[in-house]
């Protein structure tokens, strides 16, 4: 068995101040840091939007975060501006630990599909690279933490179990976004009933 760390997203705009704040998105960043010398490869996820990105209320007229649009055939939640590139609030947080992942998967580049999972976009089209890299590495089973539980890490550890990894989700080193409060319970239901293991450190 070779077991991976995905690390899903733990960048500014994430992070308590940042432009979608997730609740306590920070506190996560010391379990990260402490658990990485138990794993064989890290890959880190990173949100990485173009300015006009459609899944922004901002690029909608008389839209606000929250409403849910249909973007070219896929039902879109809108979100404020965030994770633009190359701008403060896409960096990684600066006390996460990156000196061990291996490879950094953007996602969300396309302007026209959203891409929750660091798998694939939204609509499955298109491939991040992230499955071709662990296969090749000769992972078998991935463990995911970051941000949010309810959208990133949910479609990346639910991607993850669909392409055969046993796929295990570290629940206190992951946040969610609660747009309803029980989003994150919710998300870690549907996991479980998936296959994969919620496990907590
Ligand atoms: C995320 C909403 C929009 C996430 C990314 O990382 O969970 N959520 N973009
Ligand atoms: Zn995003």
């Known amino acids: 068995m070779k077991k991976a760390l995905i690390i899903v997203d733990i960048q500014n705009d994430f992070l308590p101040g940042g432009a979608l704040a997730v609740n306590e998105g920070d506190q996560i960043i010391p379990l990260v840091n402490s658990i990485q010398n138990q794993f064989d490869l890290i890959v880190a996820t990173q949100d990485w939007h173009p300015a006009n990105h459609g899944s922004f209320a901002a690029n909608?007229?008389?839209?606000?975060?929250?409403?849910?649009?249909?973007?070219?055939?896929?039902?879109?939640?809108?979100?404020?501006?965030?994770?633009?590139?190359?701008?403060p609030?896409?960096?990684?947080?600066?006390?996460?630990?990156?000196?061990?992942?291996?490879k950094i998967f953007p996602k969300g580049t396309d302007p026209d599909i959203d891409s929750y999972s660091g798998f694939f976009d939204n609509g499955r089209k298109k491939k991040t690279g992230l499955g071709d890299f662990l296969q090749s590495e000769g992972v078998t089973h991935v463990y995911v933490v970051g941000l949010a539980t309810d959208y990133c890490v949910k479609y990346t550890a639910l991607d993850a179990a669909s392409l055969g990894f046993q796929t295990t989700v570290i629940k206190d080193?992951?946040?969610?976004?609660?747009?309803?409060?029980?989003?994150?319970?919710?998300?870690?239901s549907e996991m479980l009933a998936k296959g994969i293991k919620i496990m907590t450190l």
């Open 173 to 188: 080193a992951c946040r969610g976004v609660n747009l309803q409060p029980n989003d994150t319970e919710d998300a870690l």
């Open 60 to 87: 909608h007229q008389e839209k606000s975060p929250g409403e849910v649009i249909d973007l070219y055939g896929l039902t879109q939640v809108l979100w404020p501006v965030h994770c633009v590139q190359n701008s």
């Open 89 to 102: 609030g896409a960096e990684f947080a600066s006390d996460l630990d990156m000196k061990q992942v291996a």
